[in-house]
């Protein structure tokens, strides 16, 4: 039996761009043939199964959306660390308890009062008996539409009580950053404004979410950066270098004053 793998353009599939049918993503689909084998087709994925994907899907993004997702989910991490219940999930699906709302794949998700951590490719809000805090999506240029509008209904029916979007705009052809904050009220969502700083107050994770220079930056509740980690490995490896060199001059100057006592012994019992 052979397995082969065939790529399946789709050309005449609604949704999908005929010059860049992969822009979103794809997923494989096993194909069974009539001689026993069977092959992995790949499919390219439309903008409806971005919204609501399935579990192995692979969307693209960009290094720098994969960049700011990981500063946060440190950051996130780091902030709840000493929470056992609290979990931050990134790019993981979420299975409701609504049966009008079909999965979505939130870029970050932070669920407190989680009764045991597991290897979830969806979290089941049914089985777990509890929702997310608080999602943050990223947005791209090619899926922006739906982080700002489908998403913005869907987790406020889901019953979200905090969304928030890293916005992504084009400004005298530059990109920008923005941020969005939704809160949950009675009336449904309500845009949470920022404080005269512009800084978003994340309150499931006790941290504050800002753009500087045209970057995220996270800030404690004693309002001190929480600077990016590869920044933070840099420094203390530079650190421990430089302890490192500091300790093998001590050892050479001590090294040095052995010699020399030992040559002063030495001309003392010539003298």
Not at 27 to 54: A, C, K, N, W
Not at 88 to 93: E, K, M
Not at 195 to 216: F, H, K, S, Y
């Amino acid at each position: 039996m052979t397995t082969m793998i065939e790529v399946l353009t789709a050309p005449g599939v609604a949704g999908l761009d005929a010059d860049d049918p992969f822009r979103y993503g794809w997923r494989y689909l096993r194909r069974d043939r009539e001689d026993g084998s069977y092959v992995m087709e790949q499919v390219p994925l439309t903008l409806e199964d971005v919204l609501h994907p399935q579990e192995g899907d692979q969307v693209t993004h960009s290094d720098a959306h994969q960049r700011r997702r990981r500063y946060l989910c440190n950051v996130l991490e780091a902030q709840l660390a000493g929470d056992a219940s609290a979990v931050v999930l990134d790019d993981v699906r979420v299975a409701w308890d609504n049966p009008d709302l079909k999965p979505h794949g939130p870029d970050i998700m932070v669920i407190l009062g989680v009764h045991a951590r597991k290897n979830w490719s969806t979290f089941d809000v049914t089985a777990e008996g509890v929702r997310p805090a608080l999602i943050i999506e990223i947005t791209s240029p090619e899926t922006a539409s739906i982080d700002r509008s489908n998403k913005l209904e869907e987790y406020d029916l889901a019953g979200v009580p905090f969304y928030v979007i890293v916005d992504t705009l084009q400004l005298r052809k530059l990109p920008t950053l923005r941020l969005l904050a939704y809160a949950q009220t009675p009336e449904g969502y309500q845009v949470l404004p920022p404080d005269g700083q512009g800084r978003i107050w994340l309150a499931p994770a006790r941290t504050w979410l800002a753009v500087e220079q045209g970057e995220l930056v996270c800030y404690d509740e004693a309002e001190r950066p929480l600077g990016d980690y590869r920044a933070l490995a840099e420094a203390l490896a530079s650190e421990r270098d430089a302890r490192e060199q500091a300790e093998q001059r001590a050892l050479t100057a001590e090294e040095r004053v052995r010699a020399l006592e030992a040559e002063l012994r030495r001309l003392r019992g010539q003298g």
